[in-house]
């Protein structure tokens, strides 16, 4: 039996766009519509809804108009893999997602089977690409090379002094503390703590007090921004100032709404952020326009629905296996710059770059 037969869970796939009798190409993106995790979802949702207008204003794709399934796993493996199900039956030829690495993953092997590309605009476990599935890609970085990048920074800032590494336990905030560990011990510097939390809990000041008897000088947090936030609050409210460092969860506005003036100085890794870009300016401004920054994913989104357009116009096919080779065989112009993959589904040149909180927004700084 197929593995799209061996999971069953309640989930939530919506269609946009022009009508389903009308569309030649079906497409999709999924990621976690509802839940504390939604405005990444948002970010996802928005990007796809624009490159999927700007598209069929433009012809559309070899001249065959396209339609846009949105699909909410809310960041949960088994609602993932339903969605990837539903995906099938709907004759999706392309996934833009999934957000999380913890829905990315199993949903990958249902696309696998099935004969659908998918790139995620961000899941950076490494597992996903390392599974050897040839239709499987993604826009953003890995956790090995963002692990290197925190793990090195803090072993350098911080020499000599206690640091505390937590983790949500899930495949990416795990994945990307354990990472960030071994560039830390690498350089030379091993931590105090290594702790694990619980995602979705309110309270986490135990936690804290334990960081507070160690006399850590600085967390890096594993995980996403709302536990993050949380914790980064608590401390505050105990006295304990030290440094906070996360990965490219942070990116999103709702963290400074749940640390207000606690967040502060919150240090964050992500890639240079494409609302800066030049090949990007049209399209945010029009984003802008309508009343949305496109943060985060949102241009990530686009830019897997733009490589995907121009792999199949180069394959000059929808069928999977013409695509695949289309995109590992090509440089792709998009939002976010020139982009090209290797033959695992990487892009060849990802960069990580330093940003910090504050006064309710973040900003992209330069590292020392």
């Avoid at 690409?129 to 911080?158: L, M, P």
């Amino acid at each position: 039996m197929k593995f799209r037969h061996a999971l069953l869970a309640t989930s939530a796939v919506f269609a946009l766009g022009i009508s389903a009798a009308q569309a030649q190409i079906v497409i999709a993106t999924a990621g976690p519509m509802t839940g504390q995790y939604a405005s990444f979802g948002e970010q996802m949702r928005r990007g796809a809804e624009m490159a999927v207008k700007d598209i069929n204003a433009a012809g559309g794709i070899m001249g065959q108009q396209v339609q846009l399934q949105i699909g909410d796993d809310a960041c949960d493996p088994k609602q993932a893999v339903a969605v990837a199900n539903q995906f099938v039956n709907q004759k999706v030829k392309f996934v833009a997602g999934h957000f999380c690495s913890g829905s990315s993953i199993p949903a990958s092997q249902v696309y696998n089977e099935e004969g659908i590309v998918q790139i995620s605009p961000a899941s950076t476990n490494p597992k996903l690409t390392e599974q050897g599935f040839k239709n499987v890609f993604r826009v953003c970085g890995r956790d090995d090379q963002q692990g290197k990048v925190a793990g090195d920074y803090i072993a350098k800032s911080f020499k000599g002094k206690n640091v505390a590494i937590l983790h949500d336990k899930s495949a990416y905030g795990k994945g990307l503390a354990d990472e960030t560990q071994k560039a830390l011990n690498a350089a030379g510097l091993k931590e105090k703590l290594y702790e694990a939390y619980t995602a979705g809990e309110r309270d986490y000041s135990a936690l804290v007090s334990k960081m507070k008897q160690s006399a850590v000088d600085v967390v890096y947090i594993g995980g996403y921004h709302t536990e993050a936030g949380l914790i980064t609050r608590q401390m505050r409210e105990q006295g304990m100032n030290a440094q906070v460092i996360s990965g490219d969860a942070l990116n999103s506005q709702e963290f400074w709404s749940i640390t207000g003036d606690a967040g502060k100085g919150f240090l964050f890794t992500f890639g240079p952020d494409p609302r800066n870009m030049s090949t990007a300016k049209g399209v945010v401004e029009k984003f802008k326009a309508g009343g949305y920054d496109p943060e985060g994913y949102t241009l990530y989104t686009y830019a897997a629905v733009q490589a995907y357009k121009a792999a199949v116009e180069t394959a000059k096919s929808t069928d999977a296996a013409k695509v695949q080779q289309a995109l590992v065989g090509g440089t792709f112009d998009t939002v976010i710059g020139k982009i090209d993959f290797d033959d695992k589904g990487d892009v060849t040149t990802p960069a990580y770059v330093w940003y910090r909180w504050d006064n309710g927004t973040y900003k992209e700084i330069a590292s020392n």
